[in-house]
């Protein structure tokens, strides 16, 4: 296999590395209620996913 010619330094690691940090989460609308929250996971707020009923949630 092919090896590098020099060490990949601490500071070019830690550069590439750092674009990813600073993305923001993606949020999909519930079209129930219009609340976000993140997509393929179960709606915190009604506790909708997919139009059923998943988790009973206490309304407040």
Do not use: C, W
């Not at 090896?3 to 949020?27: D, E, N, V």
């Not at 996971?41 to 407040?60: K, L, S």
Request: proline share 8%.
């Amino acid at each position: 296999m092919a090896q590098p010619k020099r060490k990949t330094s601490k500071q070019r690691s830690r550069i590439r590395r750092g674009g990813k940090r600073y993305t923001a989460p993606q949020l999909a609308k519930d079209p129930t209620d219009g609340s976000t929250f993140r997509p393929h996971r179960v709606n915190p707020a009604n506790g909708m996913y997919r139009g059923r009923q998943i988790i009973e949630v206490d309304q407040f």
